[in-house]
């Protein structure tokens, strides 16, 4: 079965300070993947998603995921915080539906 | 005007009723779901739907049931609500494909569900 575990239920960084979001993934196959943001009283919107065309995934608002065989991660990244991107992040893996991880909440301190 | 619209955004009910949450879409999409969202469980999902003629169980589908009305209509039932039916409901939508730029999910803003 296809899962996905997110390590860490809150992060806090400062605002400028890398972010780095976990998602390992479990599969018998290759994965599809996906992350996927909720901002406060909304619902959620795509992020990015692992096609298999390419390792290192680039998505909106400057985050970047990397695809990492070998260490089944799927991690969330961006250079430098922003207060706007204090939210809620899921990493997703696609079945014949998407099964979502448990989420991360993410602060960004001034 | 959104794409895909839940109601009631918000409901409080007692427990023993009967609740239907609706869904309706203008994207055009053949594949509708509903998930509940729990805080530090993140969304899981309790039916989907392929097209009008396809239903699904998803992981939690115990005490829910479904109905596709139409391509654009998904609703979702609690027959008899309790407690710990408590949370956000979401419905979502996708296009068709089994290819890698499938799976994008289109969400509803939520409708919030509260059974006393």
């Known amino acids: 079965a296809q899962s996905v575990t997110q390590l860490g239920s809150h992060v806090s960084v400062s605002e400028g300070a890398l972010v780095l979001l976990r998602c390992n993934y479990s599969?018998?196959?290759?994965?599809?993947l996906f992350w996927y943001v909720q901002y406060p009283n909304q619902g959620l919107q795509l992020l990015l998603k692992?096609?298999?065309?390419?390792?290192l995934v680039k998505g909106i608002n400057g985050f970047e995921a990397e695809f990492k065989k070998s260490e089944t991660s799927f991690h969330l990244t961006k250079p430098s915080a922003h207060m706007s991107d204090a939210a809620e992040y899921f990493c997703?893996?696609?079945?014949?539906?998407?099964?979502f991880g448990s989420g991360t909440r993410l602060q960004v301190q001034p | 005007d959104a794409d895909v619209t839940q109601t009631p955004r918000n409901r409080i009910t007692k427990t023993g009723k009967r609740i239907m949450l609706e869904c309706s879409q203008t994207?055009?999409?053949?594949?509708m779901y509903w998930y509940r969202q729990d805080p530090g469980l993140g969304l899981r999902l309790i039916y989907y739907?392929?097209?009008?003629?396809?239903?699904n169980k998803g992981e939690i589908s115990d005490g829910y049931s479904v109905s596709r009305q139409a391509q654009a209509k998904f609703s979702l039932s609690l027959e008899s609500a309790i407690p710990n039916q408590t949370a956000l409901y979401f419905c979502?939508?996708?296009?068709?494909?089994?290819?890698?730029?499938?799976?994008?999910?289109?969400f509803g803003e939520g409708s919030r569900l509260t059974v006393l």
């Open positions: 692992y096609t298999s065309a390419a390792t």
């Open positions: 997703a893996v696609r079945r014949r539906a998407l099964t």
């Open positions: 994207k055009g999409h053949d594949r």
């Open positions: 739907s392929f097209d009008v003629k396809d239903i």
């Open positions: 599969s018998s196959v290759p994965p599809y």
């Open positions: 979502a939508t996708s296009d068709l494909g089994e290819g890698a730029m499938s799976g994008e999910l289109f």
